[in-house]
Structures are given as structure tokens and as C-alpha cells.
């Protein structure tokens, strides 16, 4: 098996009193995007500047491309980033900012892939005209432009689709379908499980800096593990769905349950709940990516 493009394992970063990243572990592979998703101050904002050597780590290790990263490290030229939110001359045209940009890092604008990062941002004829004129997703397309110059292997973007229209994140999900097409892999934070689902192959979900759950986002949205209900009568409830055989776990999760299944169907579950005499007023399914966000968005 090849060694994965991101590997971040027992990352840890503490602000004073704040433990910004616990102990977080997870890889990214070759050609994947993944989606870094937790609520506000879940630790992805630090855990990226960690990974384009923004910031040091207090423990842990973070590998980029087989290499440990380092601030200065020649690996970093090989990776594309959007971290702060980017910041553009607005009464120059897109393209003149592009190159501004890059000659202000001491390179030659012969040496900048801008074809690829031109076709794959896709701004057409506007790229002419000057920033103050762009919409929000023409602003974030000319920002992932940027990322593209050096023509990355990899892309480590901080809430790239965050304040876009629903057209507008259909372009930037265009936008790193050709980016990943191309063989680059991709990694981008969201709060926004919508998002995530709609951008990302693979998802990593964290909360307080540690991880939560991770995998393929089809697995974790396919696997329909679980129910949540709510009833008349929760602890009569309860103790039948234990009962019930293909009943994993019910865990209360007020004003209702959350009830995990493995092999028994929805509608036997509520046919044993009438039978025993509770009424059910809510039956909503959900998938295993839901239920690892859940909770943690109702923190913010
Ligand atoms: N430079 C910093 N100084 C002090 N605290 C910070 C700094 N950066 C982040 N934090 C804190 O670390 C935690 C995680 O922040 P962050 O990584 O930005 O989360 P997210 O991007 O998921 O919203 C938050 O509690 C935040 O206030
Ligand atoms: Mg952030």
C-alpha cells in the first residue's frame, strides 16, 4: 500500500489553556477529497495550519506527501493552500491579482501553471474584470485559482464553500471534481454536513479536537443504522425495544430515542412498540454520518 498523501497521527495543539487538537489520527489517500467536518471550534482551522506548516504542533506527527512537516520544508511548495480568507486587490482584474500574487513570492509568471488553474476555476471572460465585481463564488473560485498556480498535488483548503449560494457550491463541487480528476488530492474543512456530503468522497468528523468518526461518506451515509423515535412512553419503550432482537442500543436522546438496528426492520420496531401498548409520534431515520454529527452541531 502506498503511504497516504496526509497522515496525521496523535496531533496535538494546545492555546494556553485551550486544547485546540487532542490526540487526532486520521490519513487522507491519493486522489481522495476528503471533507475535515466538525462544528465551530472543533480544532480544523488548527489542525490545517498545522498541516501547511503554518503552526508548530506541541505532539504528534503530520506527514504531507511521505514527509514530516516542517515550516520551511520544500514538501509545502507541493501543496496548494486557502487558509485565511483570501484577500484580493479589488480594483484589479482576477488575473492581474493571480500574477501580483505569485511574482510577489519571487517566482516567474512563465513557471505558473495558470492554463489549469484558469480552466479548472472556469471564471471565463470575467477573470478581466476587476475583483469588487465578483460574487462571493467567484471570489472562493479565484482564491482556489491561486491554490492551483503551482500545480499542487495536493490542496488543503479551510471552509472553501462556507457563505456560497447553492449554485455557487455546485461550481466549487465541479471545481474539485476536475481538481481530484487531475490526481490531486484534496482536503477541505466544512462545519456544514450538507456540504460534506456534497463535496467529499471520504469524511473525517471531529469535535473538541478529536476524532469522532471517519470513512468513505457513501458507507457512512449508506449504512442506515439507526432510528430515532419519539413516544409516548420512554421507559416502557426502552425496555421493549431491548427486547427486540436486532436491536443494538437505545440511548435516550431527550424528548425521544435513539435506537440502533442490525437487521430488523423499521417498521417491526414500531409494530412491537403498539403492540407493547406506547404510542410512537416520530419515526426519523438516519444515517451514520448524522448520527455522528449530531449533538455536536447543537453545541455551537
Ligand atoms: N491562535 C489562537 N490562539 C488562541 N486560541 C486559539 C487560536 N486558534 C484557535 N484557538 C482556539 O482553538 C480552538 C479550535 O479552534 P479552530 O481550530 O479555529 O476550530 P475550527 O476551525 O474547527 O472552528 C478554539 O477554541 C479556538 O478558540
Ligand atoms: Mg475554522
Known amino acids: 500500500m502506498a503511504e497516504p498523501v496526509i497522515a496525521v497521527a496523535g496531533l496535538t495543539k494546545r492555546f494556553g489553556p485551550v486544547l485546540a487538537v487532542d490526540g487526532l489520527d486520521f490519513s487522507v489517500d491519493e486522489g481522495q477529497v476528503c471533507g475535515l467536518l466538525g462544528p465551530n471550534g472543533a480544532g480544523k482551522s488548527t489542525t490545517l495550519r498545522v498541516l501547511v506548516g503554518l503552526v508548530f504542533a506541541d505532539a504528534g506527527q503530520v506527514r504531507l506527501l511521505g514527509r514530516p512537516v516542517r515550516p520551511g520544508d520544500a514538501v509545502l511548495a507541493r501543496a496548494g493552500t486557502m487558509i485565511e480568507e483570501s484577500a484580493f486587490a479589488p480594483y484589479l482584474s482576477g488575473a492581474r491579482n493571480l500574477r501580483l500574487w505569485w511574482e510577489a513570492g519571487g517566482r516567474r509568471w512563465e513557471d505558473a501553471d495558470a492554463e489549469t488553474a484558469l480552466a479548472v476555476a472556469d471564471l471565463g471572460s470575467a477573470i478581466d474584470r476587476k475583483v469588487k465585481t465578483y460574487s462571493q ?68 468528523v471531529m469535535d473538541k479536537g ?91
Open 137 to 204: 463564488g467567484m471570489k472562493q473560485r479565484l482564491g482556489l485559482a491561486r491554490a492551483l498556480l503551482s500545480a499542487p498535488d495536493v490542496l488543503v483548503l479551510d471552509e472553501p464553500t462556507s457563505g456560497l449560494d447553492p449554485g455557487e457550491m455546485r461550481e466549487v463541487r465541479q471545481l474539485l471534481r476536475r481538481v481530484s480528476e487531475r490526481g490531486a488530492t484534496v482536503l477541505l474543512s466544512s462545519h456544514l454536513l450538507a456540504e460534506v456530503e456534497q463535496v467529499c468522497d471520504h469524511v473525517v
Open 210 to 300: 478529536k476524532l469522532v468518526a471517519a470513512g468513505p461518506v457513501q458507507q457512512l451515509i449508506g449504512a442506515s443504522g439507526s432510528v430515532y423515535l419519539e413516544v409516548t412512553n420512554v421507559r416502557r419503550a426502552t425496555s421493549t425495544l431491548k427486547k427486540v432482537k436486532g436491536v443494538t442500543r437505545v440511548t435516550p436522546e431527550p424528548p425521544g430515542l435513539a435506537v440502533e438496528l442490525d437487521g430488523v426492520k423499521r417498521s417491526e420496531v414500531v409494530a412491537a412498540l403498539v403492540h407493547a401498548g406506547v404510542g410512537v409520534e416520530t419515526v426519523t431515520t438516519r444515517h451514520r454520518l448524522e448520527d455522528a454529527f449530531l449533538g455536536l452541531v447543537g453545541e455551537e
